[in-house]
């Protein structure tokens, strides 16, 4: 069988390292909260809607409390008491505050006792409906087969989430297993989320909890159909982070794009901000058994990817102890990383295979996501589609979790169908073609790839330690993963931080780390 002999000593190097880094920000985690959590808080508590202006409901409660300086107790024990004070629901409540400018900091607090009795049912009946949602996607695995090794995942990416709906069926339909929505561009950057349906987008299609359903409704009849379960994809990062992970509980998804790094280097969050965000968003993710998928590939845009792969497998292995931070399972961690490296070098596929078998070495247990060349795709369609078979020659004897295939006009967002169909026949033919290869070889501790691997993982180790040392987010002000700068104090959203007051209260938070057992 093709395994690889890691240096056990210095996994576990690697490992401690990762949780040294991770385990310092328990002040940040204990102390602080975002507008965008507590907007999930609301939420979770059954406020929904939009003013005409498009403004959410859960924001103008948020922005609300945070004019009048009453946010640090948290949302929920603000709407608890009002609710309590006015008979009425969490619903009505937020109406009140958007309509009639009810102020809910002026309304004198009822007991703390009082008002957990009132949250406690909300609470209560959020999380069964998750927990439902969850329980269904389990039914309808065990009813159909399982997942294949690689799963085939493809993207639409209209701007029109009924031109999405009818693109995700022919893919399914095609053989692809698991169905990405890409998001507009630059919604990671709204510090709201739209609501409704909606049909115009650039380069993709808003997140929105209808758009959720509505996909979900799609595949669920497609799965139906091809008595194969389709995973739905879409993006819980960003200034939303939260309030799209609670969403996409709501609705079902299984695989949610989540990672505060990704944000941080790649779209100028604030770092305080998108870990804590993160850290809620991953909570969510973990009670409802969605698959986090991180964003790693991306390094390998900005650095070269073999002087810098260490880089990628420092990061994954923090991705990995933030997530099990906020209770996400080894099985449902989809780690990233990428087939970036330049073909023209001697044994650039070496160089790949072996950092392909370095991932899933390192993660045994976890759905792997194995993102396709872009950097060095060009017009010449025989050359990129060569690339492409070669990825997905790779990802099929290392048996990664999920494949993202790569297609010829992928980089114009919406892929032209034909494409999609082609890049699913490939993928299939290769995945058919070589299916047990991986049992007929092996390697000698002496191979250039098992070399290569442990070159790698000793690079990352002494990264690691030397972030350990110094904290993340010195490393990162000094631009050491992605070769990009991320300071601290600065970036897109800090203004959204909060420090909690003594009396501060999560109703979701707390009943969810009870029963993930943090």
């Known amino acids: 069988m093709l395994k690889l002999d ?5 996994v576990n190097r690697a490992h401690n390292a990762a949780s040294k880094i991770t385990n310092a920000f328990t002040w940040l985690f204990d102390g602080y909260t975002t507008v965008a959590i507590e907007r999930t808080v609301l939420r979770l508590m059954g406020i929904d809607g939009a003013l005409k202006d498009g403004k959410p409901l859960p924001n103008v409660v948020v922005d609300h409390l945070v004019e009048n300086s009453a946010i640090s107790k948290g949302a929920a024990i603000w709407v608890a ?16 505050v958007a309509y009639k400018g009810l102020d809910l900091s002026q309304i004198p607090l009822a007991s703390g006792d009082a008002i957990f009795e009132t949250l406690t049912p909300l609470t209560d009946k959020m999380l069964a409906q998750i927990t439902s949602q969850k329980h269904k996607r389990e039914e309808l695995l065990s009813k159909y087969q399982p997942r294949p090794k690689p799963a085939i995942y493809v993207i639409v990416a209209t701007g029109n989430i009924y031109e999405d709906v009818v693109q995700a069926r022919s893919a399914a339909r095609e053989g ?11 919604q990671s950057l709204l510090d709201y989320v739209p609501f409704g349906a909606t049909t115009v987008g650039f380069g993709g299609t808003f997140a929105t909890q209808e758009n959720f359903r509505i996909m979900r409704k799609a595949l669920d009849e497609v799965s139906e159909e091809e008595k194969r379960y389709i995973h739905l994809t879409n993006y819980a990062s960003g200034l939303c982070m939260p309030e799209i992970a609670a969403m996409g509980a709501m609705e079902r998804l299984d695989m949610m794009l989540n990672d505060a790094m990704y944000g941080i280097l790649f779209r100028d969050i604030n770092p305080k901000r998108t870990l804590l965000d993160q850290y809620f968003a991953r909570m969510i993710n973990a009670y409802a058994g969605i698959e986090i998928q991180t964003g790693e590939d991306n390094y390998l845009t900005t650095s070269d990817a073999v002087e810098k792969a260490y880089t990628v497998t420092a990061s994954q292995l923090i991705n990995e102890s933030f997530a099990i931070l906020s209770g996400v399972k080894p099985e449902k961690m989809g780690l990233g990383h990428a087939y970036e490296i330049d073909p023209e070098l001697e044994n650039s596929f070496s160089y790949e295979l072996a950092h392909a078998l370095l991932t899933k070495t390192l993660f045994p247990n976890s759905p792997v996501k194995y993102m396709p060349p872009t950097k060095f795709a060009s017009g010449n369609i025989f050359h990129t589609y060569l690339l492409n078979a070669m990825f997905n020659f790779v990802g099929q004897l290392t048996e990664q979790g999920v494949q993202l295939l790569g297609m010829m006009t992928e980089a114009i967002h919406t892929p032209h169908l034909a494409d999609r169909s082609l890049a699913i026949e490939n993928a299939k033919y290769i995945f058919r073609a070589i299916k047990g290869l991986n049992q007929d070889l092996c390697l000698t501790e002496d191979s250039f790839i098992a070399k290569r691997a442990n070159e790698v993982l000793a690079q990352a180790t002494e990264f690691l330690e030397k972030v350990a040392q110094e904290d993340l987010f010195s490393a990162m002000a000094k631009g050491e993963f992605a070769e990009i700068k991320r300071p601290e104090n600065s970036g897109k959203g800090l203004e959204g931080v909060i420090m909690k007051d003594s009396s501060y209260y999560n109703p979701f938070m707390e009943s969810m780390k009870q029963e993930l057992g943090l």
């Open 6 to 10: 890691l240096n056990q000593e210095m």
């Open 81 to 96: 008491n009002a609710m309590l004070n006015k008979r009425l629901t969490a619903q009505e409540i937020a109406e009140e």
């Open 176 to 186: 692809a297993d698991a169905i990405a929505v890409i998001r507009s561009t630059a």
